[in-house]
């Protein structure tokens, strides 16, 4: 009777640890400003991390409740968010960032200013209660065409791209957050939004090794703390399955090869690269196989019940023999040791550590965003093909507005207008796309003279019509690039801003207005 009782024990404990493990691996979302009930039980039960979205943010006071919330129920909880700065921002989801991204910082190329930038959103994050952010993206823009990454580049040129996610993993985690650099093993050649489709890459060994890994490999050597896998195919690298599910590239590459040994987090499982291909169950079954160690999703399924199907899911491929437990075992303390990192780390800023109003980001910091504006002026780049004529008076801002990617979201302003209103009173805007753009912008403005604001013309051959169309009928018009510069500059003057963060809106302002 004893050695059966304790066998049935032994046979509990096992299936307990199993089950908790299968929860730590999770990063799920969810909706709402405070943590539903299932994310506090799911705390208790093992789930080690949580992921935040701008739906989870009202105000810095607010997010800072909901951490506590989260800690009081597991201390050394892993809250994550994706806050690049620039133009994906959930900290500012509704006003828009006070830091410029990492196109603009590139532009620049002051590798000290990309570190206080990033240092000075980590002690935002960190006095918020976040301790994971995925961030930065190490992506070189190779396909100006490149629907997703863009503006979260930090250039074209590798070298470029590898000193300045560098400089960003340390200045971030130099404030106690933990960088996520991302996505591995670089989206910056694609041409399809993992969002919606499986991306692929087909470049050459040589060619990924020398620009794709360049970027990964110095985030590496500046100790980033977690790397994140993308949704896509590079059949150099392996050519059945996506990085995200591929032994090949997140153990044979970016284990072994490189030598990296911190946590490999999925991007999000609910993409359809992956959701509509292997579904997220049989995805993140495979993504722990191949030798992830998080699984992200949250984004679109935030419920409990997504983290039964994953925990279940997990659990039955570990008893059918298809997942090992070793591996599931490996991954869930590669997990619990980056909570320690965070928790230690907090600890020691613990001291001397305060918040406040910060004057430019209404966020904690006190006066840390004023750095993002510095590096949101010294990227901006104005060129003219005259002498630049002043406003005379309050001008009608058109905005010619694409479609946002889903890593964007369309919940963020962007633009001048706010800004320019500002500094000019009278500034009056709209909003246009699509081909009968320009004679709708010309009709509204009506003798005002034009601020035609653009982002990405180079990609929407109806932008770029209506802006043949306004310059040919108002040659004063004033462009603002406020995505990729491409095309070539026009406008009296054209001003690039390399993003579409609220500083960078304000920096071109104040061009404009003559500041």
């Known amino acids: 009777?004893?050695?059966?009782?304790?066998?049935?024990?032994?046979s509990n404990a096992d299936k307990d640890d199993l089950t908790r493990d299968a929860l730590t691996v999770l990063q799920p979302g969810f909706t709402g400003t405070t943590a539903p009930d299932w994310v506090l039980r799911r705390l208790g039960e093992g789930l080690a991390s949580v992921g935040l979205f701008g739906r989870n943010i009202a105000s810095p006071e607010q997010l800072s409740a909901l951490t506590a919330q989260l800690r009081a129920e597991r201390d050394d909880v892993l809250v994550a968010i994706d806050e690049e700065g620039g133009d994906v921002t959930r900290l500012e989801v509704r006003s828009g960032s006070s830091y410029p991204g990492n196109h603009a910082l590139g532009a620049v190329d002051d590798v000290e200013l990309t570190r206080?930038?990033?240092?000075?959103?980590?002690?935002?994050?960190?006095?918020?209660?976040?301790?994971?952010n995925w961030a930065?993206?190490?992506?070189?823009?190779?396909?100006?065409?490149?629907?997703?990454?863009?503006?979260?580049?930090?250039?074209?040129?590798?070298?470029?791209?590898a000193r300045h996610t560098a400089a960003y993993?340390?200045?971030?985690?130099?404030?106690?957050?933990?960088?996520?650099?991302?996505?591995?093993?670089?989206?910056?050649?694609?041409?399809?939004?993992?969002?919606?489709?499986?991306?692929?890459?087909d470049a050459g060994l040589p060619v990924l090794q020398a620009r794709e890994l360049a970027p990964f490999r110095a985030a590496i050597a500046a100790g980033t703390r977690?790397?994140?896998?993308?949704?896509?195919?590079?059949?150099?690298?392996?050519?059945?399955?996506?990085?995200?599910?591929?032994r090949r590239i997140l153990t044979g590459l970016l284990r072994e090869e490189l030598g990296y040994g911190g946590l490999i987090v999925t991007d999000g499982m609910e993409m359809q690269a992956i959701a509509a291909t292997y579904g997220i169950e049989r995805g993140s079954v495979l993504a722990i196989g191949a030798g992830a160690d998080a699984i992200c999703v949250g984004g679109g399924l935030a419920d409990d019940e997504?983290?039964?199907r994953l925990r279940d899911a997990l659990v039955s491929a570990v008893r059918t023999g298809e997942l090992a437990e070793e591996r599931l075992a490996d991954a869930a303390a590669r997990v619990r040791a980056l909570a320690r990192w965070t928790t230690a780390a907090a600890a020691r800023g613990a001291e001397g550590a305060g918040s406040g109003s910060d004057a430019n980001g209404g966020g904690p910091g006190g006066g840390a965003a004023e750095i993002g504006l510095v590096a949101a002026r010294r990227a901006l780049r104005v060129t003219s093909s005259g002498p630049y004529i002043p406003l005379t008076g309050a001008p009608y801002v058109a905005a010619l507005t694409p479609v946002a990617n889903i890593a964007v979201?369309?919940?963020?302003?962007?633009?001048?207008?706010?800004?320019?209103?500002?500094?000019?009173?009278?500034?009056e805007t709209g909003g246009f796309s699509g081909d009968d753009a320009a004679a709708e912008v010309l009709a509204a403005a009506g003798s005002r003279r034009i601020v035609a604001v653009v982002r990405?013309?180079?990609?929407?051959?109806?932008?770029?019509?209506?802006?043949?169309?306004?310059?040919?009928?108002?040659?004063?018009?004033?462009?603002?690039?406020?995505?990729?510069?491409?095309?070539?500059?026009?406008?009296?003057?054209?001003?690039a801003t390399y993003g579409a963060a609220r500083v960078c809106g304000r920096a071109a302002a104040e061009a404009i207005a003559g500041e």
């Open 306 to 308: 997504t983290v039964r």
């Open 169 to 201: 993993v340390t200045g971030l985690q130099s404030a106690g957050v933990a960088a996520c650099t991302k996505h591995f093993p670089g989206h910056g050649d694609t041409a399809v939004d993992s969002h919606h489709a499986l991306p692929r890459i």
């Open 456 to 495: 990405d013309e180079h990609r929407h051959a109806w932008m770029a019509a209506a802006l043949d169309i306004l310059l040919a009928a108002r040659p004063d018009t004033i462009v603002v690039e406020m995505g990729v510069p491409q095309a070539p500059p026009r406008g009296a003057p054209h001003i």
């Open 226 to 246: 977690a790397v994140m896998s993308a949704h896509i195919l590079v059949p150099a690298l392996d050519p059945d399955r996506p990085a995200t599910l591929s």
């Open 116 to 132: 206080e930038v990033a240092s000075a959103l980590g002690r935002r994050l960190a006095d918020c209660g976040v301790n994971l």
């Open 1 to 10: 009777m004893t050695t059966l009782a304790s066998g049935t024990a032994a």
């Open 409 to 427: 979201g369309d919940e963020t302003p962007w633009g001048v207008a706010a800004e320019l209103a500002r500094l000019v009173p009278g500034t």
């Open 136 to 161: 930065p993206s190490a992506d070189v823009n190779s396909n100006p065409g490149n629907p997703v990454i863009g503006v979260r580049s930090f250039g074209a040129d590798t070298a470029l791209v």
